[in-house]
């Protein structure tokens, strides 16, 4: 079995940070989660909006959920929870909203995972977006199922 590397991406404006979220939808499996990490405005809304439209209708409505701290999408193959833990006190609390529940049924997309303490889905592709000048830089760092796939884009 091979495993894919970390992989460093150049976003060098939101277009291409819409484009990743787009070619990371088709890549997405049931029961996998995508943990975006990076600090207020660093583009990890951009990409989930892009993410879940991807996955949905282009023009559907992606409210980021900061206060709601969950929100449900019916994608064609399978349900896809946008998680924002930010609000969140403890670890438990993400599994009290469901976050169980919505890898056993479908996928996730954690903004704010380091909330979780290390209780972190064990298939996950995690994403860290920092600010690069006018741009971003995306780390993107594979776990369990991710290991194998193809994150050449």
Do not use: N
Not at 31 to 55: D, F, N, Q
Not at 77 to 86: E, I, K, N, V
Not at 104 to 109: N, R, S
């Amino acid at each position: 079995m091979t495993s894919a590397p970390e992989v460093l991406l150049r976003l060098p404006d939101e277009a291409a940070t819409q484009d990743l979220g787009a070619a990371l939808a088709s890549r997405l499996r049931r029961g996998e989660a995508i943990c975006l990490t990076g600090p207020l405005g660093a583009g990890k809304s951009t990409l989930a909006r892009a993410l879940v439209r991807a996955l949905t209708t282009p023009d559907e409505d992606v409210p980021s959920p900061t206060f709601t701290l969950v929100q449900f999408y019916d994608g064609p193959d399978f349900p896809l929870a946008h998680f924002d833990l930010y609000r969140l006190t403890s670890p438990d609390e993400a599994y009290e909203i469901g976050l169980d529940e919505a890898l056993e049924d479908g996928a996730a997309l954690i903004e704010w995972p380091e909330r979780l303490e290390g209780q972190l889905p064990a298939d996950r592709l995690d994403i860290v977006i920092s600010p690069d000048g006018d741009g971003r830089v995306a780390r993107l760092t594979p776990h369990g199922a991710w290991r194998t796939r193809d994150l050449e884009f």
